[in-house]
């Protein structure tokens, strides 16, 4: 039996009381005889730890030598960047995964959902280099990984091979895939496209997660699509739409019907915060029974020179472009980060109460508004009861 003690600590903002872990699991207080570790928390808040429900680790430049970008106006040339960047990064995949995903531990994460490429121009390079950053951080981040065609499926002759391999091996938890209608040019719903995953699906158990960037009926038909076939599948609540930029557009009664149709055949949703005309009115879709999740995306890629892997400051991002003002709308935007991505990964919700994972960061502050608004340094990080991450830097 692994007993903690965690002293002097304030849930969520709340009086200063103690928290007890037990192998792993938050419990009323420590077990007669047990001799917990101590570890005093100083009077900080603890805070639940975050989920980032959408990032592309194999995609990064974090660490490595600043790479100038050029203009991009379509997806077909931010497509092209990636292969570039690739190919001029020195470390490989693995190695820059586990950095970035590394420092997001150290930020008070405790699981993501990791899209990786597989395209002929990278083979499963994405899928290996992702598996031995996850080993090196087992026990410390929980890694969900996803086969993405960012390149497309019926553009990218071989990608179709690549994802059933990748699936049939079971080399990862979901297969992805890309405006199925608009980018990949498989008709009005994205049939072919969609045809292959929900066949991968269905044969091999893998979950699905489809970026929508598509406004207007190329977004909207293939999300239709998908919630159809989730249903005629039996799929429900193994299917993400990620993105999904057709839905902000949308006037409230179109947006709370479509929003009732993703309930009902289970469809999940992330959003990234990229501006205010594209972040997911989570709010109202919660409000009807859709899960959603937040994300980073992509962190100092080809794309873009920006992002941190740090879910705090998303959900900081995610106030300022949903204009949150009260503490109320603040707080959204932390439970959203924390249990909004737990929900969508299947993990026990992460609420500091006694039975729920041990999970949790300290920081200084005064109540968890102020800290989405002034993102304080994260003292401490903890996973199953133990610390892994304590002023910046892993522990162990």
């Known amino acids: 039996m692994h007993v903690t003690l965690f002293r002097q600590v304030r849930p969520l903002g709340g009086p200063v009381t103690d928290l007890v872990a037990v192998d ?3 419990a009323a207080g420590p077990p007669a005889g ?7 928390g100083g009077g900080r808040i603890a805070l639940p730890t975050l989920v980032d429900a959408h990032v592309h680790p194999d995609k990064t430049a974090w660490g490595e030598p600043w790479y100038s970008r050029r203009p991009a106006h379509r997806l077909p040339e931010y497509v092209a960047a990636d292969v570039e960047l690739y190919e001029q990064q020195r470390a490989p995949i693995g190695v820059r995964a ?7 531990v150290t930020r008070g994460t405790r699981a993501v959902r990791a899209h990786v ?8 390079a994405g899928v290996t280099g992702l598996r031995e950053a996850a080993e090196r951080l087992a026990g410390k981040l929980d890694v969900q990984a996803v086969a993405f065609p960012q390149h497309g499926v019926v553009r990218a002759p071989g990608t179709a091979g690549l994802l059933t391999e990748a699936a ?3 080399l990862v938890d979901a297969v992805g895939g890309i405006d199925p209608a608009g980018f990949d040019g498989g008709g009005p719903d994205g049939r072919e496209q969609l045809d292959l995953l929900f066949d991968l699906a269905e044969r091999y158990g893998v979950l699905l997660d489809v970026h929508l960037h598509d406004r207007g009926p190329a977004g909207l038909g293939p999300l239709r699509a998908l919630a159809a076939r989730t249903v005629a599948a039996g799929l429900q609540g193994r299917v993400t739409a990620s993105h999904a930029f057709c839905l902000p ?6 947006l709370a019907a479509t929003a009732d149709v993703l309930a009902a055949a289970g469809i999940a949703l ?3 915060a990229p501006s205010a005309h594209q972040v997911l009115p989570f709010r109202e879709l919660r409000a009807r029974g859709v899960r959603v999740g937040l994300g980073s995306d992509g962190v100092r890629d ?8 740090d879910m705090l400051h998303r959900a900081h991002l995610l106030g300022w472009t949903t204009d949150a003002r009260t503490d109320a709308e603040l707080t959204d935007c932390l439970e959203l980060a924390a249990h909004g991505g737990a929900e969508l990964l299947g993990l026990p919700k992460a609420d500091l109460a006694p039975g729920s994972p041990a999970d949790f960061l300290l920081v200084d502050g005064e109540c968890v508004p102020q800290v989405v608004v002034d993102l304080p340094p994260r003292e401490l990080v903890v996973k199953a009861g133990r610390v892994v991450a304590e002023h910046g830097s892993l522990v162990g």
């Open 117 to 124: 490429d597989v395209a002929p121009a990278y083979g499963l």
């Open 34 to 40: 047990a001799r917990p570790v101590v570890v005093e």
């Open 249 to 254: 557009e949308l006037p409230a009664a179109e």
């Open 168 to 170: 049939r091996e079971h």
């Open 24 to 26: 792993g699991v938050l």
């Open 302 to 309: 080809s794309w873009s020179p920006f992002g941190n892997a």
């Open 98 to 104: 586990h950095r970035l995903l590394a420092h997001a």
């Open 270 to 272: 992330t959003t990234v």
